[in-house]
């Protein structure tokens, strides 16, 4: 299916665990991006890449690690989970225009 | 004080009503404007995007950018329950890099 593609969906773990969110997209946009939507806050940059190998800190960068080896790929990973990242993220793509495509989200609960 | 501010509702509106949902910003480097629209447990989607000041129209959706005021709208003629979601604006500047920042959102309800 064309389009942008989340998984887990849900996913729930304990503090101090490793989790890795996936993103695949399948336009091959240069641009990719993580971002955690919470309550009050909005939609806040965790990460970003402008192509393969190239990616770049957000606004809320602190406990989260990137990569992104081929061009569909941008898995986002919490080296060690708190509870302050429970939250909805959402990885997004753009292509020509400055117009984002979301993915569905990854609802992520940290006990 | 935040760069874009968005009341975040909730607004109820009958149906059949026009619907104005508005942004302001601070930052006079903001060039590119957009509208997404949030349902319920899912991704925003893209409703419209302008480039500089003006207005756009797409059917029933009107955005209008008033850059001198800082000041962004989006308006729904004839709204329908399937109106009903989280509307975000968002602004983009493309100064050496580029930076995006999102409204919090309006959660609006139209009512049948």
């Known amino acids: 299916d064309a389009g942008i593609t989340q998984s887990p969906r849900y996913k729930i773990t304990e503090t101090g665990r490793q989790v890795t969110l996936m993103c695949h997209q399948t336009w091959s946009h240069s641009y990719m991006f993580w971002y955690r939507q919470d309550l009050g806050h909005g939609l806040r940059l965790i990460y970003y890449?402008?192509?393969?190998?190239?990616?770049d800190k957000g606004e809320v960068p602190d406990g989260y690690v990137v990569s992104r080896s081929k061009t569909e790929n941008f898995p986002l990973t919490l080296e060690s989970a708190t509870r302050s990242q429970t939250s909805v993220y959402f990885c997004?793509?753009?292509?020509?225009?400055?117009?984002?495509?979301f993915g569905s989200g990854t609802r992520l609960t940290v006990v | 004080q935040k760069e874009v501010e968005q009341d975040p509702g909730p607004l109820s509106v009958p149906e059949g009503a026009i619907v104005s949902l508005n942004c302001t910003y601070s930052n006079s480097a903001f060039q590119y404007f957009m509208w997404y629209r949030q349902y319920s447990r899912k991704g925003p989607e893209l409703l419209m995007y302008?480039?500089?000041?003006g207005n756009k129209e797409d059917g029933r959706f009107t955005a209008q950018v008033d850059k001198s005021s800082k000041y962004i709208s989006l308006f729904i003629r004839d709204s329908q329950p399937s109106d009903s979601a989280t509307y975000l604006c968002a602004m983009t500047a493309h100064t050496g890099g580029f930076k995006t920042i999102f409204g919090a959102g309006t959660r609006l309800f139209v009512k049948a």
């Open positions: 890449s402008a192509a393969a190998d190239i990616t």
């Open positions: 997004a793509s753009m292509g020509d225009a400055y117009g984002y495509t």
């Open positions: 302008t480039y500089s000041s």
